[in-house]
């Protein structure tokens, strides 16, 4: 189990950049999924990015491929989301989450992308593009 703590929102017009922190303790972190999710209100939650335990495998929603970059350092225990090009759309609660692995995963096993699949999550932090 890893406790997750996310920073880097704020308010930013559109076509800015946020980079969002996800900075981890406890055990384990190297054995963990890492993906981010975002929440809108009156919206369900849903996946922005992931990427697997290993870092050499990413997940992109479509909405955000080609504008987000989704990396981890496990020497650092950290989990970040560099975001460009934002939009009011992308205006959302953004989450940090871990998912356990089974130690039998492969080094390029793709990343869970589902919320449902995820163990541990951050508190959140709000993003909000407006001019």
């Known amino acids: 189990q890893v406790r997750l703590v996310e920073s880097g929102g704020g308010l930013v017009q559109p076509g800015g950049s946020l980079t969002l922190v996800c900075a981890a303790s406890g055990s384990g972190f190297g054995n963990y999924d890492m993906g981010w999710f975002r929440q809108a209100p009156g919206k369900e939650r849903d996946v922005v990015a992931a990427?697997?335990?290993?870092?050499?495998?990413?997940y992109y929603a479509d909405y955000n491929k080609g504008r987000f970059t989704i990396w981890r350092d496990n020497s650092r225990n950290t989990a970040s989301l560099q975001m460009n090009s934002l939009e009011p759309e992308d205006t959302a609660t953004y989450y940090c989450?871990?998912?356990?692995?089974?130690?039998?995963?492969?080094?390029?096993?793709?990343?869970?992308?589902?919320?449902?699949?995820?163990?541990?999550w951050g508190q959140g932090t709000q993003v909000t593009v407006s001019s």
């Open positions: 990427v697997n335990w290993s870092g050499s495998k990413t």
């Open positions: 989450a871990g998912a356990q692995t089974a130690y039998g995963t492969t080094w390029y096993a793709p990343p869970k992308t589902i919320a449902n699949e995820y163990d541990d």
